[in-house]
């Protein structure tokens, strides 16, 4: 091997780096929405030029979660709050439209598979890792999608879980701070359920029903943060 091949890869593999430590921190809101992120220190931080760094902030701005500038740093992607109801309509669509399609395309294999993921997620859940827990959220629902065998849908189904795995660690930390729910395990067993008898309508109802519980408590958990960030305290007089 080259010494030109073996500096591509030591290249390639600290771009891989850069790319899955801040994708992660930004996942998890270790780097918060709208966090400047320097080029300049992020290149000490990692040990290597800009140039690599620069390649793993494209790769994460591709997938929208840095926003780059001409001119300034580039900074971490704020969370849409105002688009979130649409975002919301538009994951609505996506997740009934595929789970529907699982009910009535599903095979016996496709169920093995779905039931993996469910077990993926239960074990993730009970780590309380959210990064593990939404990546395994994810691969549950993709599991149902591709049962659909509609590669369109699944693949703007995808974009919008991806889009939302932020919002799903709030979700997380809200149930957890709470104790309100069961963390999607029950639901998700609910959905396995409907697509096992081949029951569409209920599958539909079952994806409806997780995408509105999924809105109500990011708004909750929002609602909460605002008021523990600036508490009103008591009224004068």
Known sequence: MDDATTSRRARGTGVRHAYETLRDEILTLALEPGAPLDETSLAERFGMSRSPLRE????????????????????????????????VEALDVAQRMNTRLAALQRTDDDLAAIADRQRAFEAAAATGDHLAMSGANRDFHMAIAAAGRNPWLAGFYGRLLDQGRRILHLHFDYIERTRDGYLLTGEHDLMLEAIRARDADRADALAHAHTRQFRDRFVDALSRNLLERAPLGDPPG
């Open 56 to 87: 793993a902030l494209v790769r994460l701005s591709g997938e929208g979660l840095v926003v780059a500038f001409a001119n300034r740093p580039a900074i971490v992607a704020p969370i849409d709050v105002a688009g979130f109801p649409r975002y």
